[in-house]
């Protein structure tokens, strides 16, 4: 067997030194605290690729040892074998098996198992040891299974499964000592990796591996007989089956309650902040065009997408909540039954649950569902999930043309408008993904729901706080890159050309802005949109958000000074109603985000579902908006 | 899915003969899916694929 030279990593995909350095992975079942086990290692350090949800994708750290060895750690997608069922879990298996083509081969496994629920994670050692590689086995979380009494022989197990055995607390100081000391003696032995003796193995294989594993528990484990009691008292209500589902909408009912209130004393802060930058720049001594182009374009343009951090860090908040606490498996079986119904799996729930903040971790988070039709139909429908880049659009319309007055005095009539869309946008996903299960995959069966329910489990602060500040950064790299850029792109859109010398019309009427609008005018006409609004279309596809800040800087520049910090004054005295409520249709489906297409031709390996995507998208929002325009007319909103 | 596909996914889930299952939790519609415990975890599933599964009642050691 020839090995593959590692490949040189391109420059600022990791950092230089630590390109050779040797790769410790970690694998395990889904649910063991791998990833809080990695966080502990590597802190903030981690470069993740896009969103990391649910671990769908490898995560590479850089950890120095107590040695002073350079390490690389590799956190994987959980898995209860190397048989790979689904992409989250083939990411895994060829890691591990060293097939991959990137220069992360593993020269040692290191299996993290839930001290308290060994079984299963046992017979995957068994399975590891085949592959060739040095192994270790690190008892996790080992405070919670002393807790309930487990007693576990460390000794003995290394023994029975001829492997070195430690024991890891990865939330607790010094916590993962043991392990980083085994890490540093294995990689010190500098074994080589032998040739692989796995093979998938069949029922018989597995059947028998299992018995092993059963055997050496009975043999070294002391005391699990009885379950978690908290676990069990919870579900007494979180699983009961009217119950459960009350809860689970109350769950839901609280997130995005807390989405729009508790954000904004942040997002209010935020504002005053790019306010008072944008009056300080206003003061400073500088060309006219200079001072338009840091107040109308930067500023108040990236200001107006930045305003949003708040609420996309509170709505990952809860899901990163409730995925660490145990609760989204029970989510996922709570509602198997209600989505099957319009065709869709359970595990589409937690996908479909992260497309709410964004659908590109929602179309990644796909990789958990193993039957490719179920997944692809997933993937279809996940853009419909209203995501958070469209609160600021659905913010700023609302604000202008709904009246905030309290309906049945009992709820807003705003907060009304904004459920509804919500709803539209799930009701709209079901009957997409019903439409698609009966047409496309006519008379094919479905596909088993299997799935783990783990013991609920207290969030880590310090895990919890760093799954957040990844999504910030990310966030905010975003608004630094691809929406800054937009906004310096329609700023000079509507600045150039300038107006000729004694011109009568406002000057963006003379820019390039104006003429692109018009042209597509009789696209758009019957949707009772004006060219303002095809504008701050155009760069919308980059990001959707930008549209806000699009029309801001487009009406800024049409309207005057005074007209920027007063988008929704401007919007309600120029646009009619129903042109406000068609924009609004228009934006519950249009595909107007180049990055969730690009993420979908990369999941589903090629072009085909990207078009699907999009014309499907595009169709249902020129209907949409065509028939919320003329119906908002008839009824006297022209 | 073929049979030993299914075979094979629940012996990984723990399903193995000897193994104690108990069945703690059903959904609100036709009772499906079913919560089991099956040793010491507890698995989701559906009764469709649960009815692979073959239980003696009362075989208590």
Avoid at chain 1, 208 to 218: C, S, T, V, Y
Avoid at chain 1, 301 to 313: A, K
Avoid at chain 1, 540 to 556: Q, W
Wanted: glycine share 8%.
């Amino acid at each position: 067997m020839s090995v593959t030279a590692p490949t040189i990593a391109s420059p600022g995909a990791d950092s230089p030194a630590s390109a050779s350095a040797p790769v410790v992975a970690l694998v395990g079942n889904p649910n063991c605290g791998k990833t809080a086990l990695f966080n502990a290692l590597t802190g903030s350090r981690q470069k993740v690729a896009n969103y990391p949800g649910v671990t769908v994708e490898k995560k590479v750290g850089p950890l120095t040892t107590p040695a002073g060895r350079t390490v690389r750690i590799v956190d994987l997608p959980g898995t209860y074998s190397l048989r790979a069922r689904s992409p989250d879990e083939e990411v895994t298996r060829d890691i591990v098996l060293g097939r991959t083509q990137s220069d992360v081969i593993p020269d040692l496994i290191v299996c993290v198992a839930d001290a308290s629920n060994l079984r299963l994670a046992l017979r995957l050692v068994l399975e590891l040891k085949q592959v060739g590689r040095p192994v270790l086995l690190s008892l996790n979380m080992m405070d919670i299974a002393r807790k309930r009494g487990i007693e576990i022989d460390a000794e003995k197990l290394s023994r029975e499964l001829g492997i070195p055995v430690v024991t890891s607390v990865a939330v607790r100081r010094g916590g993962t000592d043991a392990l980083l000391a085994e890490i540093d003696r294995r990689l010190a032995a500098a074994q080589a990796a032998t040739g692989t003796l796995w093979t998938t193995p069949d029922a018989t294989a597995l059947r028998r591996a299992q018995k092993e594993a059963d055997r050496i528990l009975a043999s070294v484990v002391k005391g699990q007989g009885k379950p978690d009691s908290l676990t069990t008292r919870v579900d007494a209500v979180l699983l009961h089956p009217v119950a459960g589902l009350i809860v689970l909408l109350a769950i839901l009912f609280v997130m995005f309650q807390a989405v729009f209130a508790w954000a904004e004393p942040g997002m209010d802060a935020i504002e005053a902040l790019f306010h008072f930058l944008g009056d300080l720049v206003e003061r400073l001594p500088l060309p006219a065009l200079l001072t338009s182009f840091l107040k109308d374009g930067l500023i108040g343009g990236v200001g107006s997408v930045i305003v949003f951090l708040p609420q996309i860090v509170i709505l990952f908040f809860f899901i990163l909540l409730l995925e660490d606490l145990g609760y989204m498996a029970r989510a996922a079986f709570l509602m198997d039954r209600i989505m099957g119904g319009a065709g869709l799996h359970g595990r589409a729930f937690i996908p479909l649950l992260s497309s709410f903040a964004c659908a590109i971790p929602g179309v990644m988070a796909t990789r958990v569902i193993d039957d490719r039709r179920d997944r692809l139909t997933t993937i279809l429908v996940a853009p419909l999930m209203t995501c958070s880049a469209r609160i600021p659009v659905y913010t700023l319309i609302i604000g202008a043309f709904i009246p905030d007055r309290q309906v049945w005095g009992l709820v807003g009539l705003q907060g009304l408008v904004m459920f509804g869309l919500y709803t539209v946008g799930i009701a709209s996903a079901l009957g997409v993904s019903f439409v698609v299960k009966r047409i496309i995959w006519r008379g094919k069966p479905g596909e088993p729901f299997m799935l783990e329910l783990p013991d609920y489990k207290l969030p880590q602060v310090k895990s919890l706080a760093i799954g957040l500040w990844m999504r910030a950064t990310i966030f905010l790299k975003r608004a630094g890159t691809i929406i800054l850029s937009m906004m310096i792109l329609i700023w000079v859109l509507a600045t150039f050309p300038q107006p000729p010398e004694g011109a009568t019309e406002p000057a963006i009427n003379y820019s390039l802005a104006a003429r692109i609008g018009t042209a597509i005018q009789p696209l758009t006409e019957p949707l009772g949109f004006n060219w303002q609004i095809n504008v701050a279309l155009i760069p919308g596809m980059a990001a959707r958000e930008v549209a806000v800040g699009s029309l801001g800087t487009i009406y800024a520049i049409s309207g005057g000074e005074e007209a920027t910090d007063k988008i929704a004054e401007t919007l309600g005295s120029q646009w009619s109603l129903a042109t406000a409520l068609a924009f609004l249709a228009w934006y519950v489906y249009a595909p107007q985000c180049a990055p969730t297409l690009a993420v979908i031709r990369r999941e589903t390996g090629g072009w085909r579902w990207l078009w699907v995507t999009f014309f499907y998208m595009v169709t249902l929002a020129y209907v949409a908006a065509f028939l919320t325009y003329r119906i908002a007319v008839a009824f006297g909103g022209g | 899915m073929p049979a030993t596909e299914l075979e094979r996914r629940l012996i990984e889930l723990g399903f193995v003969e000897g193994a104690d299952v108990e069945v703690l939790h059903q959904g609100l519609f036709g009772g499906d899916p079913i919560a089991v415990r099956v040793a010491h975890t507890t698995i989701g599933l559906r009764r469709r694929e649960a009815m692979a599964i073959l239980v003696s009642v009362g075989a208590e050691p």
